[in-house]
């Protein structure tokens, strides 16, 4: 499972056939936040997983099976076009229109002191996030900045945050990921991080996550629908100002940037996972997009817009010459299959030949256990397993700066066409783990190329 978290999450089925989820924790105070919090919202009508079963000292649990669907990929079409469907559109309005109740109502007859690791979005809470940001983006990546210059914007920034009402429950990470959908339903996950906050803190880390692929007009439409939201919630006054201005969800869009560039340097420099590296351009094209569509903000944070500005601009015109094709060359379509080695390499039906042929056999074979046997690697539990094992995110790191210089290159060039090919020993679990994967990455690296997707001994998927 992709995730910051060190949970081990496993389906396990009863003897009537029916299935739970068994959690097992690595921190008491986290255990303690999500069960406790997780009985309480249940208490107030609220969509979270029902928790079972609680082992005495609080490190296992057990809880209810939503299924597999994360919000993130029930919008994988809008997020990967930038057109969302109505469907989508539908999905999300529902989601956003539950956020407020969460925020409110979830604050009734809660005790804050299980929050964790602490009970209020405060100073020192604040000072961390910006921390992270300097320490473990800034740093990592040896970006030049002035120490005294951004120390001065990180407590102007403070000040400003804290000037807004922290009354309400602040969810801390509600964005796709943190929601799943099950019979077109959505349910909360992953709120063990919640702490007594700001509202509008929540609402900027849904709309402006880096993923997403939002576009401006929808997060409009997303912003009125939760002020409609609130208008029907009582003493909702007591949470927040209405209208929400847009100097105010600047503020926190660009805090929240410096808390995820924080995240993703931390899990990606440090820890190894490459999909958090992928999620950094994202980040830095929605601050670069924020300065200038508010120049009152980029004044108000010298030191934090400049760097982010430098490094923002830097990374969108790799991206924009990455993509754009010269002036009368084809458009660059790249051919992304998994298959048997047992059964042959597959032909470039292009007849340019070429491409890269990868060898997924050298990864954990999840093939080799029973219970992985009649799955492919589209299904979440065979997911699961490769990812927590973490050999094939290594794999695919070398193949990502591989591929992504190739495909640089044939666009400079004006080359048409790229094949590129994962094998394993069946065609069904690794192999197309990692086409899906490379299909994904190249999606999100270059929108503007033609991405041509089959799983050769799979050919239903």
């Known amino acids: 499972m992709r995730s910051g978290s060190n949970r081990q999450y496993t389906r396990e089925v009863r003897a009537d056939d029916s299935t739970y989820i068994r959690v097992a924790g690595t921190c008491l105070e986290e255990n303690h936040a999500f069960i406790t919090l997780a009985r309480h919202f249940r208490s107030k009508g609220l969509p979270v997983p029902e928790i079972y079963e609680v082992s005495n000292d609080e490190m296992v649990y057990t809880q209810e099976d939503l299924g597999d669907t994360l919000l993130f990929d029930y919008i994988r079409h809008g997020r990967e076009t930038g057109c969302f469907s109505e469907e989508e559109k539908s999905m999300l309005r529902r989601v956003i229109r539950l956020l407020p109740h969460v925020q409110t109502e979830g604050t009734e007859g809660l005790d804050w002191s299980v929050c ?127 209208p929400i201005g847009e100097a105010h969800v600047g503020v926190f869009v660009l805090f929240r940037t410096l808390q995820v560039l924080g995240a993703y340097g931390f899990r990606g420099y440090f820890e190894r996972k490459p999909h958090f590296l992928q999620s950094i351009p994202f980040a830095l094209r929605n601050a670069a997009e924020l300065l200038r569509e508010q120049p009152a903000l980029a004044s108000a ?76 690697g589209k299904d979440q539990p065979v997911i699961d397993f490769l990812e927590q094992d973490g050999e094939i995110l290594t794999f695919l790191e070398s193949v990502y700066r591989l591929i992504d210089h190739h495909v640089e290159r044939f666009l400079e060039r004006g080359f048409s066409h790229l094949q590129i090919a994962f094998g394993c020993t069946g065609g069904q679990h690794r192999s197309v783990y990692s086409a899906e994967a490379a299909a994904r990455h190249l999606r999100e690296r270059f929108p503007n190329i033609h991405i041509e997707l089959f799983h050769r001994e799979q050919p239903h998927l």
């Open 116 to 242: 964790y690791p602490v009970p209020a979005f405060d100073r020192q809470s604040i000072f961390w996030d910006l921390n992270y940001f300097k320490y473990c983006y800034l740093k990592a990546t040896q970006q030049d900045f002035s120490e005294p210059a951004l120390e001065a914007d990180f407590n102007r920034l403070a000040d400003t945050l804290l000037a807004f009402p922290c009354t309400g429950f602040m969810y801390r990470d509600f964005q796709s990921r943190n929601v799943m959908v099950r019979d077109r339903v959505p349910y909360l996950i992953d709120f063990q991080g919640g702490r007594r906050g700001p509202l509008l803190y929540d609402l900027v880390s849904f709309l402006w996550q880096a993923k997403a692929n939002f576009p401006a007009a929808l997060r409009q439409e997303l912003i009125a629908e939760y002020e409609d939201e609130l208008h029907h919630i009582p003493e909702a006054g007591r949470y927040i100002s209405l």
């Open 301 to 376: 944070y010298p030191e934090i817009s400049r760097v982010l500005l430098a490094v923002g601009e830097s990374v969108l015109d790799r991206r924009r010459d990455a993509c754009v094709p010269s002036e009368g060359n084809t458009p660059l379509t790249v051919t992304v299959c998994s298959f048997s080695f047992k059964k042959g390499i597959p032909e470039d039906k292009s007849g340019n030949g070429g491409g890269y042929v990868f060898d997924c056999r050298s990864t954990h074979n999840p093939g080799k256990y029973e219970q992985y046997k009649h799955l492919t």
